[in-house]
């Protein structure tokens, strides 16, 4: 690809040859797949990140829901971490606000014993982040633990779905799902 490429179409390509792993897994779902997104292999990659950041900003507001509208972006650790942080700082390199948070799995046994990490989230407007999802199992516990929090969940957006019904589940919850990529950007369907 060359550098008059979308941001999203050289994220793809990155993502594909980086995240990309062909064989026989075993989701986290206990769904098998002939292939794998290791997405970590992208969000912490020196190239992918900061696309990450900012392909996912353009998404959020093409899709109506801009700085202005959303105060902080996180979700489950550990694969929405590197993904809020790209975001937090995409927004701060375009001079704008937005804060990151992490959801722990369970609330921490010491210290200020917390579950969401990072700026408090009471009455504040997030989105719930996730690197790849497939069922969409760990963005809707990570919105659980976000309203019990008090904080006012926008949507779900994800760099990579799997189209394999997080989707669905997520918008029969009641939230709008967004996706940067899907498999066939990544030359999977």
Do not use: C, W
């Not at 408090?120 to 760990?138: A, C, K, P, Y």
């Amino acid at each position: 690809m060359t550098t008059n490429d979308s941001p999203r179409a050289r994220l793809a390509q990155l993502v594909a040859d980086l995240a990309v792993v062909r064989g026989r897994v075993t989701l986290a779902s206990g769904v098998e797949s002939d292939f794998y997104v290791d997405m970590r292999r992208a969000t912490l990659h020196r190239s992918a990140a900061p696309l990450i950041g900012h392909v996912m900003l353009d998404m959020l507001e093409e899709a109506g829901l801009s700085t202005d509208d959303v105060d902080a972006v996180g979700g489950l650790t550990m694969g929405a971490d590197p993904v809020a942080t790209a975001m937090l700082h995409a927004a701060a390199s375009r001079g704008l606000g937005l804060d990151a948070f992490v959801v722990r799995k369970a609330v921490k046994d010491h210290g200020m014993r917390r579950r969401i990490e990072g700026p408090e989230v009471v009455g504040r407007r997030v989105v719930v982040l996730e690197d790849t999802s497939t069922t969409g199992g760990s963005p809707l516990e990570a919105v659980e633990a976000l309203r019990e929090a008090g904080a006012n969940v926008l949507a779900v957006a994800v760099v990579v779905d799997r189209d394999t019904g997080a989707r669905e589940r997520i918008e029969a919850a009641g939230l709008p799902y967004h996706a940067a990529l899907g498999l066939a950007d990544l030359g999977l369907a």
